[in-house]
């Protein structure tokens, strides 16, 4: 198996207190990993350390084999962050522009959406299934197309590895088995790499092949066939909390 994530021992702080501490993880090439933990255990701050938006006082990152100093093919590399879902819905763009912003790198200096990026927008809209909204502004999406929207945005420069912080918050049961089975095709269709952090730690063992646990400093992984979750939720917030079945 392909490692395509790595960090080694790596210890984090904001200020004086440690939030991860000698931890590690690998992420294999095709894994559906969900990330798990309580509010702030240091799931988005872990998120953000392996992307290098932060930096470890201690330990390694390594992206598709390279250390996060000499990695340079950010390209293959998506992020939806937590915030996404704060977006300003005034914003005046289209769908199109917003997912074609992405290929700007690509468009050179005058920034025109040539008839090739037309294509590959029609491709990833298709994939998310929003190609009749191509003209609408995002603004006036509901928070689950906009979602499908953004992850169009990130599937357009044909990410190996997508990273994702709570994607799910806000979005209804309908929408959520819409998203999920869009993560399945990116996953076993496309072959993408997906880490995704969630609360719902109920649905997310049903969905991912392996769980990894933050809490404690700590991270630990786990196949997501064999989690118990009754006893995780046990051992993280105590007997008080049962567990919510979605699925009958
Ligand atoms: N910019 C920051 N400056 C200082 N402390 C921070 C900063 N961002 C996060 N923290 C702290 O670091 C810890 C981990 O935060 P993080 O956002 O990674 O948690 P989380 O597991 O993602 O939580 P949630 O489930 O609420 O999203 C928390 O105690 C938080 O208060
Ligand atoms: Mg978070």
Known sequence: MKTVVEAKNISFKYDVVPVLEDANLTVYEGDFMGIVGPNGSAKSTLIKLLLGLLKPQQGEIYLMDKSLQN??????????????????NSFPATVEEIVAANLYKEMGVFKFIRAKHREKIDEVLDIVGMTDYKKRLIGSLSGGQQ?????????????????????????????????????????KDLGITLIMVSHDIGVI??????????????????????????EYIKSVYGDKIKLLHHRH
């Open 71 to 88: 990695f340079k093919e950010w390209h293959s590399i998506g992020y939806i962050s937590q915030k996404v879902k704060g977006f300003n």
């Open 147 to 187: 979602q499908r929207i953004f992850i169009a945005r990130t599937l357009i420069s044909n990410p190996q590895i997508i990273f994702m912080d709570e994607p799910l918050v806000g979005v209804d049961l309908e929408s959520e088995e819409r998203f999920y089975r869009l993560m399945e095709k990116l996953n």
């Open 205 to 230: 063992t049903e969905r991912t092949n392996r769980v990894a646990c933050v809490g404690k400093r700590q991270v630990f992984v786990h196949d997501s066939k064999t989690f118990n979750n009754e």
